[in-house]
């Protein structure tokens, strides 16, 4: 069974800094794009990041604004893909979502082409 685990969301104030990180378990994914969606409340759910499978190639949702970095790595067989969020904004109060790509050697931008998602984690800054 194939998941994904998120860890590292919490409730911080407006510049501060987060780092969420995303492993995978079940399926190999290192020949697939890894990515982080948002989804605030009453809104659609937005790409943050995505990274394809050589790390050489990224994405960012434009209100990212050089804020965050993406960046991917094996460790103990398992894919893991991390977030690193600066200077954060209450605008970026989110449920943030990692996700996987089934079909190797892409990198798609829209969430309805990842086929794997973990459950979420809570980011909440204050202002």
């Known amino acids: 069974q194939v998941q994904l685990e998120e860890s590292g969301g919490g409730l911080v104030q407006a510049a501060d800094s987060l780092r969420l990180s995303c492993t995978a378990s079940?399926?190999?994914?290192?020949?697939?794009?890894m990515a982080w969606f948002r989804q605030a409340p009453g809104k659609a759910r937005e790409l943050v990041a995505s990274i394809d499978w050589s790390a050489r190639t990224t994405y960012y949702g434009d209100f990212v604004q050089g804020r965050f970095t993406i960046s991917r790595s094996k460790d103990n067989g398992k894919n893991t893909v991390d977030l690193r969020m600066n200077n954060l904004r209450p605008e970026d109060t989110a449920i943030y979502f990692c996700a996987a790509d089934d079909t190797p050697f892409k990198l798609p931008r829209s969430p309805s082409q990842y086929d794997y998602w973990g459950q979420g984690t809570q980011v909440t800054v204050s202002s």
């Open positions: 079940g399926r190999d994914f290192t020949l697939n794009a």
